[in-house]
């Protein structure tokens, strides 16, 4: 069988003295869809920030498709197949469109023109608007925009943080639809978002995390249970 995409095992971390992660393990099979809940300040995006190198554990192991990762410098980490969109878009506001997928496909093993044909073929709308300054955009077509970033980097792991916040439902459900393909593609996703239904009616596996530590994990009907008896995530 092969190795999980992504493990974290026993990991503890925080910032400064402050530790916000209290011994969290996860396993993300290879090629599902993994959804991380909880309510807010859970610890969540910091889980995101350890498996993407931005944050050390101070105990614990990270492995990455098998391989020990602990103190890979976040570029590394990339370039072994850790791809983070993170919360709040992570693109370049007074680039084009186009400018953004070009510096996308900086060390990508795809041309940009080929990424700029996946992307607006994919996303029509960023096509129309390919040069148009990224940060004068919508905030759902700024997200459309950062999710490309997935289609160019051909992950191992693509690590999704809130890609629906603040975002009309419409919009969220493009982006869903396009969390959908890319598994269906056989990317590994571990996923963060704020509506849990919208979360669990893509994932293969979910865990529930409340103060730092994992409250539950299992397959998408019992997270739901859990989640609606423990926090209102449920809502939506
Ligand atoms: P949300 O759903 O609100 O985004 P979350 O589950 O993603 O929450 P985190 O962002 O990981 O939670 O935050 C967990 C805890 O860590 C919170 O108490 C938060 O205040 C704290 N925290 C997050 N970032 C920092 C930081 N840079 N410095 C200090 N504390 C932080």
Request: aromatic share 6%; hydrophobic share 45%; net charge negative.
């Amino acid at each position: 069988m092969a190795a999980p995409a992504l493990e974290l095992k026993g990991i503890s971390a925080g910032y400064g003295r402050i530790e916000v992660l209290h011994d969290v393990s996860l396993s993300v099979p290879a090629g599902t869809v993994y959804a991380l809940l909880g309510p807010n300040g859970a610890g969540k995006t910091t889980t995101m920030l350890v498996a993407s190198g931005y944050v050390r554990p101070t105990a614990g192991c990270i492995h990455v498709a098998g391989s020990h990762v602990n103190r890979v410098a976040p570029e590394n980490l990339a370039k072994a197949g850790v791809c983070r969109i993170p919360e709040g878009r992570g693109i370049f506001p007074n680039l084009t469109v186009n400018e953004n997928l070009r510096m996308f496909t900086y060390s990508s093993p795809f041309s940009t023109s080929e990424v700029q044909e996946k992307s607006y073929a994919r996303f029509p709308r960023l096509g129309e608007r390919r040069n148009q300054l990224a940060g004068t955009m919508s905030g759902g077509e700024q997200q459309m925009l950062a999710m490309s970033r997935a289609l160019v980097a051909d992950p191992g792991i693509l690590l999704l943080d809130e890609i629906s916040m603040g975002l009309a439902p419409k919009i969220v459900s493009e982006l869903y639809e396009l969390v959908g393909q890319l598994a269906q593609e056989g990317i590994s996703i571990l996923l963060v978002e704020q509506f849990a239904r919208t979360a669990l009616a893509v994932s293969d596996y979910a865990a529930v995390m409340t103060g730092g530590r994992i409250a539950m994990v299992g397959q998408p009907a019992d997270v739901a249970d859990f989640v609606n008896e423990a926090y209102l995530g449920g809502a939506a």
